[in-house]
């Protein structure tokens, strides 16, 4: 696993979801001695399709210019009121690729982005910009959710699945819970779809189930309070964020990575919905920590 958190880029677009994106990004830069970097997009204009209109060309620089004045006007506000010192970039063009471009030039280790509410159907894609960002982006992202109170960090969930690939998630928890002083809960959901089961047959699976858990490699070298659990649901996205709303989690840390040619959590259908549905900050590991 490369070096943990040196250097975190905060994305805004100045709402109120975003600033208080913006208290994590503070707390994770904090806990792992890293720097912040604030990233702000101004939409971009194509000029090409304005080719016959000269006029038209200048005032839409001169909008975006303005767009972009304003801009440095609430980073500039923002540190204030915050009383903490950032760098800022203010980029022009598509939003979430002008985020994943700054996180890669800037050599970030962590997104943070604010998750707006939604309505049901939005939930089902997040929305383009997040949604982009989660399926590109070459580090870990952190999605935040407007809420009450300073978030802490005391009780992780980390999801499993078995596969091959699951380590990558242990190991950014176990580097999560070891600095914030945390414990982890890993969990596997045992997806019951809509069928019945007799309550024999349903403890047989839940045993075997947590057996199998228990076989895997441990970590006793590490000081660290970990519990494994099995959480019968009708299917994984609701197993996660129910267990992480019932018991208090703090975090969620769950991969988007691949399988083969399948999606071991396929984006929209397991990782996406715990995104959408859960209430409290999720940790996703992007495929390409995952196959490193």
């Known amino acids: 696993m490369p070096e943990f958190l040196k250097k975190i880029l905060w994305a805004t677009d100045f709402s109120d979801e975003s600033q208080d994106a913006f208290v994590y990004a503070e707390i994770f830069a904090k806990t792992f001695g890293a720097e912040i970097v604030g990233c702000h997009v101004v939409p971009g204009f194509s000029p090409e399709h304005y080719q016959s209109a000269i006029v038209v060309i200048e005032e839409l620089k001169k909008k975006e210019e303005h767009m972009k004045k304003i801009a440095v006007e609430r980073f500039e506000?923002?540190?204030?009121?915050?009383?903490?010192?950032?760098k800022y970039l203010i980029?022009?063009?598509?939003?979430?690729?002008?985020?994943?471009?700054?996180?890669?030039?800037?050599?970030?280790?962590?997104?943070?982005?604010g998750k707006k509410g939604l309505s049901a159907i939005e939930r089902l894609f997040i929305g383009s910009v997040a949604n982009h960002v989660l399926r590109h982006s070459p580090v870990p992202v952190l999605m935040t959710k407007k809420k009450p109170g300073k978030p802490r960090f005391k009780k992780i969930l980390v999801p499993t699945d078995f596969s091959d690939q699951e380590e990558e998630e242990r190991d950014y928890a176990w580097k999560l819970a070891k600095d914030f002083d945390a414990d982890i809960t890993l969990l596997h959901v045992l997806e019951l779809?809509?069928?019945?089961?007799?309550?024999?047959?349903?403890?047989?699976?839940?045993?075997?189930?947590?057996?199998?858990?228990?076989?895997?490699?441990?970590?006793?070298?590490?000081?660290?309070?970990?519990?494994?659990?099995?959480y019968r649901a009708i299917n994984a996205a609701v197993g996660i964020v129910d267990y992480a709303d019932t018991h208090k989690s703090d975090l969620i840390v769950i991969s988007t990575c691949t399988q083969s040619k399948l999606e071991r959590f396929f984006l929209g259908s397991t990782t996406e919905k715990v995104i959408s549905y859960s209430h409290i900050p999720v940790f996703a590991i992007p495929p390409v920590k995952c196959q490193d």
Request: no cysteine; hydrophobic share 40%; glycine share 2%.
């Open 77 to 86: 506000a923002f540190q204030k009121t915050m009383a903490v010192k950032f």
């Open 91 to 113: 980029r022009d063009g598509n939003a979430s690729k002008e985020i994943i471009a700054a996180a890669e030039e800037e050599k970030a280790d962590l997104i943070v982005i």
């Open 193 to 230: 779809h809509d069928y019945e089961f007799a309550p024999r047959v349903l403890e047989e699976m839940l045993d075997s189930v947590l057996k199998k858990m228990k076989q895997r490699k441990r970590r006793e070298e590490e000081d660290i309070k970990v519990k494994e659990e099995v």
